[in-house]
């Protein structure tokens, strides 16, 4: 059996390529939807990445309202360290007198109580008190008390050429002016003391600055310090001989 296809080869041709348009048409609206969503992806990723960099944008603003407000503590802590600074530079050439008291305290023999302290930067320092008189023991005891004293006040980095001024035997309710000289011997409690009154210079910390500054030479003032403890017992001493002559 013969089978005679009498359609035109143009028609034949045609109905061939029919078929590929549909693939054709298929394939086209697949690379539509593919694209369409790898575009959509990018869309919502551009949009995630927008809106951090608006949270980003936000907090840095946050920040530097911050920043803002901090920046007074910052004027305030400038302003308060140039007034540290007035105040060092200020204070820089006056004498600690609290520390100077407290050091004074602190090396006074136990034998021995004050009755005044006086520290001034431009006049020195001046003090007075007592220390006892036993009845069995000789006056130079109560006398070695007070140099021990001197001594140990020399040796203070603040003070320099300590000097005894005064020492001589007394009543210390009669020294103290709670009774006359009659009636502190029937006083009984009237004790016998050496009544002494001694002075020194101050070290202003400019002084000190210099001192230290020439160590190295033989005329610091450091040195000239050291001389003073020695003279110092001596002049207890001469006190000492002079009370004992006196009362002989």
Not at 126 to 137: D, F, Q, V
Not at 209 to 234: F, L
């Amino acid at each position: 059996m013969f089978r005679i296809n009498l359609l035109p080869k143009e028609v034949l041709e045609r109905r061939r390529y029919e078929g590929w348009y549909r693939w054709i048409f298929i394939l086209a609206v697949g690379m539509i939807l593919i694209i369409l969503a790898v575009a959509l992806l990018l869309w919502f990723d551009v949009r995630s990445k927008q809106d951090q960099l608006q949270a980003v944008l936000d907090q840095s603003k946050q920040y530097a309202a911050q920043a803002e407000q901090l920046s007074i503590f910052q004027n305030k802590e400038e302003q308060l360290q140039k007034r540290e600074t007035v105040a060092q530079a200020a204070l820089a050439g006056r004498v600690n007198v609290g520390q100077l008291a407290n050091d004074v305290s602190l090396v006074l023999p136990d034998e021995i109580w004050l009755d005044l302290l006086t520290i001034n930067q431009d006049t020195g320092l001046t003090l007075s008190g007592n220390t006892p008189r036993s009845a069995g023991e000789s006056d130079d005891v109560a006398y070695k008390s007070v140099a021990k004293m001197l001594v140990r006040l020399n040796e203070l980095p603040q003070l320099y050429d300590v000097w005894l001024n005064s020492a001589a035997n007394a009543t210390w309710g009669q020294w103290a002016s709670t009774a006359s000289a009659s009636s502190s011997q029937s006083n009984p409690l009237a004790a016998k003391v050496v009544a002494f009154q001694a002075s020194g210079k101050i070290v202003r910390p400019a002084e000190s600055a210099s001192s230290s500054g020439s160590s190295g030479t033989g005329t610091s003032s450091s040195a000239t310090h050291t001389v003073a403890p020695a003279n110092a017992a001596q002049n207890a001493v001469n006190s000492v001989n002079a009370s004992n002559t006196s009362g002989q």
